[in-house]
Nanobody, 116 residues
């Protein structure tokens, strides 16, 4: 089992920045990739960015050039630096971990609200 705890969401004006953090605990040695997804009410959860254990990064087109994902393997933490935020980035953001068997784990979600 892997547990994920997110922090760092909040309210920010358009053009501002936020940094999300996600700390993993439990069977951390089974984790391969970690990432961030977001979901609006009534919509499907969508990938924002993810990063493998070797540091390969993948971003949704809508956040390329504005968001940066990073991973601190020593502290089992993944970060999402979000710059130039737009009102359409408003969502609940979920941390995700994918283990070597293909099982996914989710955090509880953190609200990000960008005002215009």
């Amino acid at each position: 089992q892997v547990q994920l705890v997110e922090s760092g969401g909040g309210l920010v004006q358009a053009g501002g920045s936020l940094r999300l953090s996600c700390a993993a605990s439990g069977n951390i040695f089974s984790i391969n990739a970690m990432g961030w997804y977001r979901q609006a009410p009534g919509s499907q959860r969508e990938l924002v960015a993810d990063i493998t254990g070797r540091g390969y990064r993948n971003y949704a087109d809508s956040v390329k050039g504005r968001f940066t994902i990073s991973r601190d393997n020593a502290n089992n933490t993944v970060y999402l630096q979000m710059n130039s935020l737009k009102p359409e980035d408003t969502d609940v953001y979920y941390c995700n971990a994918l283990d070597v068997s293909g099982r996914r784990y989710w955090g509880q979600g953190t609200q990000v609200t960008v005002s215009s």
